[in-house]
Structure formats: C-alpha cells, structure tokens
C-alpha cells in the first residue's frame, strides 16, 4: 500500500471528497491518513466502505489532543495544515505523499513511490517565482529519515520561534528546516495554478505553469479557487470533472482494468478434484450438501450421464465432460483435495499424478486404485462421516 496523507477540517471535507476521488480514479491500493480534528465518523465509515472496492483504504487520524496549533498571518491557510508536522510521529511506513487538499491528481502517483530519496527529507516541487523555494503542498517524504532525526520537535520548535514573522506560514518553516536538504521534483508533480493573473500583470509569463499535457497533480494556489462562483483560474473544469464523478464510476473503472474472473473459478475455502469415467462416485450428493463451503470438480473424458449433471443444481459442483487435459492439469494443481472415490477404474493415473504434487488424497476403501501408502486416508465405505469431518480438518 502508498502511504497518502492529508490534513483537513470539517468545513473542507467536500474538497477532500474531490481529491480522494481524484486520486482513486488513477490509483489503486492507497492508504489514505487523514489528519484533522473535526470529521464525523460517520463519514470515515462511508468513505471505507467505497475504498475497499477500489483497493484502498483510510485511517482516521484525529488530532484533538495533539499539541500543534497555531495561526499564521493568511486566512486561507487552514489551522489543519499545520498537523502534517507530526508525520513522522504518525505515521508508520518509510516513505509518504503528503498533499494539500486543493489538490486533484489526474495520473498515476505510485511511481513517485520508487524515487530514492537518499539523504533528502522530502521531494518537492520549486515555487514558480522563488526557485530556491520549494511549495510544501506536495511533498514526498523520507518518513524513516523523519523519524531517525525527530522532524517534527524541529519543525514544532521553528514554528514558535518565528510563526508570527514569516510570509507564508507552515511552508515558510517547513523551507526553514529543509533549506538544502530537499530534492527536485518534475513540475508534473505539483503544477501550480492560481498566480497568473499576478505574473501577467508583473509581465512574468514565463512563470506561468504549462497545462498542456495536463499535469499529474494539479494544485489550487492562493485563495483563487475552481469551486469559487466567477473563478475564472485555468483548469477549473477539471475539478469539477472529478466533482461531479461518482464512486459507481470509479468501481466499475477498476472492475473492468482487473479484469478478475476468479469468482467463477473458484468457490468458497477448499477445492476437490474427482476424475471419473462413471456415474457412480461414491456418497458425492451427501458430501456435496454436508460441505456446502468447499467446491467440487467433477471431471469426465466423456459426458456425464444425467445422474452426474443433476447434481449441478448445488452451487458448490462445477462439472467439466470431455475435459481437455490442460484443463484437467490446472484442476489438479489447484485443488487442495483429490477425492479417489469413482467405482471403475481410474482415469489417466490421476492418483499418481496428484501424489507427485504432493496433494492430499483421501479414498473410500471400497473406490481406491492404488496400494493404501499413497492415501491420506482411508475411509470404510459406510463412514461417509468421517470423511466429511477429514475434509473439514484440512
């Protein structure tokens, strides 16, 4: 799983709606942090039961009781931000996304994941305008170097120090701490929108970002934002693309990518393997509906007569007539059991084979083919107990 973290209050859980979305849309197998101090559980509790279907995953980070609070000179910049300070102390893999909450991704960030930090604490994206200065919006952090130097006491104590004299809050401290010690991210990963119309008057256009390709992570700078009534920011349709998006579409995006047809292979927790050339299979309807939990395959080189297709209508038995022998292989590797419990003989050394794949093999002494040193058991005919109770033993 990739470690995503992100920090919000109450008032700005619609936001965060937009970005999880956006991020679930073009990644799977992501666990979610989110830090705040006011969101309903109820709302964590929704917002887990769509993630599983998409592979992810949310822990709910409350911070109220945690010793991190304070106010920076900009309305805009939310109390909430300044938990990601505790990170290090939060969090518990090695190597964390942190992202704003104005934020939508539009690509794949998983690969992020494989860039090696090395003695670096985070990798960030420069400021457009101040290229020895990174933007603390997205940052990939060296959470195990994080916590090895104790970051957050170090950011916590910049921050008393000089919260009340620097420009731009927690970024302000969080370049202070990481003045030369941070790595270069592509523009890809944090293209930052919102400055144009201050760059186009100061006739600095170079400095404005480039969406064309379209960014992987698009960020919503300054208090210029898409949701906004007469916003007129660039790359506004794009979050409301992931706004309007629901999680049906989402879910049924990664079903089709999975393309998982595991469900109609395999049922419920063991696999048994019968290989027959006769109807006569000893006690299977009994065994069939005693083990309603564990899927019967029952295998022919012929057709079935009516006696076997009959016991289709169980949903634990799957029949294969006229079994192809790539088809009878794959039954034999995947099964747990092989059942030696057909009258007549045995059909293409089946027992042999399923011994030289170590399978367990369990026999009726009245249907077995081979000396009694090749079964896992023997059971007498008549005790067709024991061997529904042998079964559920493995």
């Known amino acids: ?62 911070m109220v009781d945690k010793d991190c609070h304070y106010q920076s000179q900009h309305a805009h910049i939310s109390q909430a931000t300044y938990f990601r300070y505790l990170i290090g102390d939060l969090v518990e893999e090695e190597k964390v996304l942190y992202l704003d909450t104005d934020i939508v991704v539009t690509g794949d960030i998983t690969h992020l994941f494989d860039i090696d ?79 144009d119309k201050v760059l186009e008057i100061e006739n600095k256009q170079d400095f404005i970002e480039t969406i064309h390709p379209l960014p992987i992570i698009v960020h919503y700078i300054t208090a210029e934002k898409p949701w906004g009534q007469f916003s007129s920011i660039r790359l506004r349709e794009t979050w409301w693309f992931y706004y309007a998006l629901t999680w049906t579409d989402i879910i049924g995006k990664w079903k089709i990518f999975n393309y998982n047809t595991e469900m109609f292979l395999h049922y419920g927790n063991k696999k048994l393997f019968i290989l027959t050339n006769t109807q006569n299979i000893a006690h299977i309807e009994e065994l069939v509906i005693a083990l309603p939990n564990s899927q019967f395959c029952i295998a022919a080189p012929t057709y079935f007569s ?24 794959r039954l034999l590797e995947e099964c747990d059991i092989y059942l030696d419990i057909n009258y007549l003989g045995e059909v293409d050394n089946v027992v042999e084979k399923a011994k030289e794949k170590h399978k367990i093999i369990f026999a009726f002494d009245e249907t077995k083919h081979r000396d009694d040193a090749i079964y896992d058991k023997i059971i007498p005919i008549q005790n067709v107990q024991d061997m529904i109770e042998a079964i559920k033993r493995v």
Request: charged letters at 20%; a negative charge.
């Open 1 to 62: 799983m990739y470690a995503v973290v992100l920090a919000a209050d109450n008032q700005y859980l619609d936001k965060v709606d937009v970005l999880i979305k956006s991020i679930c849309a073009n990644n799977q197998y992501i666990k979610f942090y989110l830090l705040h101090e006011d969101i309903p559980k109820e709302w964590f509790i929704y917002i887990e039961s769509v993630l599983t279907q998409v592979n992810c995953s949310i822990v709910n980070m409350n």
């Open 117 to 195: 930090l090395g003695h670096y604490y985070i990798g960030a994206v420069n400021e457009p305008h101040h290229v020895n200065q990174f933007n603390a919006g997205v940052m990939l952090i060296n959470n195990a170097l994080w916590k090895e130097e104790n970051i957050s006491e170090k950011l916590i104590r910049l921050t008393e120090e000089f919260i009340h004299t620097v420009n731009n809050g927690d970024q302000s401290i969080l370049n202070m701490a990481f003045k030369d010690n941070w790595l270069s991210l592509p523009r890809r990963y944090n293209t930052m929108i919102g400055f």
């Open 306 to 329: 009516s006696k076997v297709v009959a016991l289709s209508k169980y949903r634990n038995v799957f029949l294969y007539p006229n079994i192809l022998s790539l088809t009878r292989d």
